[in-house]
């Protein structure tokens, strides 16, 4: 079995900053792409962003500049920095682990439970 699990989320001001944690755990042979994504009430659940076992990194473009994530590959952790906060980054946040569990010889995808992220003005 394998879990992600989040941590970090909660309420800023505008222009505030937040660090979302995403461990993963369990029967993991190896991890390919960690990110994030996020969903906001009554949409759809979009890219944050990516990065891959190599260290390769994809943003979505309302991001960019502003959100860094980064890998600690020994831990099986993503982390998500988010500076310059605003209202409409507000929505759960969601870890995204596409990775090969244990005896398993194709990729699979896993989500965490979700954080919520709330900017408020």
């Known amino acids: 079995q394998v879990q992600l699990v989040e941590s970090g989320g909660g309420v800023v001001q505008t222009g505030g900053s937040l660090r979302l944690s995403c461990a993963a755990s369990g029967s993991i042979a190896a991890i390919n792409t960690m990110g994030w994504y996020r969903q906001g009430p009554g949409k759809q659940r979009d890219l944050v962003a990516t990065v891959t076992s190599r260290g390769s990194t994809n943003y979505a473009a309302s991001v960019k500049g502003r959100f860094t994530i980064s890998r600690d590959t020994s831990k099986n952790t993503v982390y998500l920095q988010m500076y310059s906060l605003e209202p409409e980054d507000t929505s759960v946040y969601y870890c995204?682990?596409?990775?090969?569990?244990?005896?398993?010889?194709?990729?699979?995808?896993?989500w965490g439970q979700g954080t919520q992220v709330t900017v408020s003005s």
């Open positions: 995204n682990a596409r990775l090969f569990p244990s005896g398993i010889d194709y990729l699979r995808n896993y």
